[in-house]
């Protein structure tokens, strides 16, 4: 026989019990509208460096770009950028070889962050000038400061295609 006093302790514990698994799922939830939250601003930060290159802004490229330290790299192995003035000339020959450009939607979006630094790895198709998509895969990686990120690297690769072991494997008969 249960006496009341230990059906009292019993609905504490299970009233305890409820508490702890509320907030302990609450708390993922909040964590998860968190991590969505931060991809969404990588999204939109990944998305405004690639309107502002394809509108030939460099200074509005600068802008998001961590002061502190950064390095981009460009599709060729010489394009290494440090400073301003070399992210200025990059875009200046980028744009006397091609005109115009624009990139389509980003693609593969995928992002990792501590909350102080973040990655963010996409394709998006690139048209430089009048001329059909090249496909491009970016790695970047975000520094926040106060409440923006800002870009400290970013690497940029133009993947080929039908070019896999699997393929090339294939093609030899194997």
């Given at each position: 026989?249960?006496?009341?006093?230990?059906?009292a302790?019993?609905?504490?514990?299970?009233?305890?019990?409820?508490?702890?698994l509320?907030i302990a799922?609450?708390?993922?939830?909040?964590?998860l509208?968190?991590k969505?939250?931060?991809?969404?601003?990588?999204?939109?930060?990944?998305?405004?460096?690639?309107t502002?290159?394809?509108?030939?802004?460099?200074?509005?490229?600068?802008?998001?770009?961590d002061?502190?330290?950064?390095?981009?790299?460009g599709?060729?192995?010489?394009?290494i950028?440090h400073?301003?003035?070399?992210?200025?000339?990059?875009?200046?020959?980028?744009?006397?070889?091609?005109?115009?450009?624009?990139?389509?939607?980003i693609?593969?979006f995928?992002?990792?962050?501590?909350?102080?630094?973040?990655?963010?790895?996409?394709?998006a198709?690139?048209?430089?000038?009048?001329?059909?998509p090249?496909?491009?895969?970016?790695?970047?990686?975000w520094?926040?400061?106060?409440?923006?990120?800002?870009?400290?690297?970013?690497a940029?690769s133009?993947?080929?295609v039908?070019?896999?072991?699997?393929?090339?494997?294939?093609?030899?008969?194997?």
């Amino acid at each position: 026989m249960v006496t009341s006093s230990a059906a009292a302790r019993g609905s504490r514990s299970l009233a305890f019990a409820a508490l702890a698994l509320f907030i302990a799922t609450s708390s993922g939830c909040t964590s998860l509208q968190s991590k969505s939250a931060v991809e969404g601003q990588l999204r939109t930060r990944a998305e405004q460096l690639l309107t502002r290159y394809a509108a030939n802004d460099p200074d509005a490229i600068v802008a998001i770009l961590d002061p502190r330290e950064f390095t981009l790299y460009g599709s060729d192995s010489s394009e290494i950028v440090h400073t301003v003035s070399e992210l200025r000339e990059l875009m200046r020959n980028d744009f006397a070889l091609w005109g115009t450009a624009r990139f389509g939607a980003i693609e593969h979006f995928d992002s990792r962050s501590d909350g102080t630094l973040a990655t963010t790895y996409f394709s998006a198709p690139f048209f430089p000038g009048n001329s059909g998509p090249i496909p491009v895969r970016f790695c970047m990686t975000w520094r926040r400061t106060g409440d923006q990120w800002l870009l400290t690297q970013s690497a940029n690769s133009v993947p080929t295609v039908g070019q896999s072991a699997t393929a090339l494997l294939k093609g030899m008969g194997k």
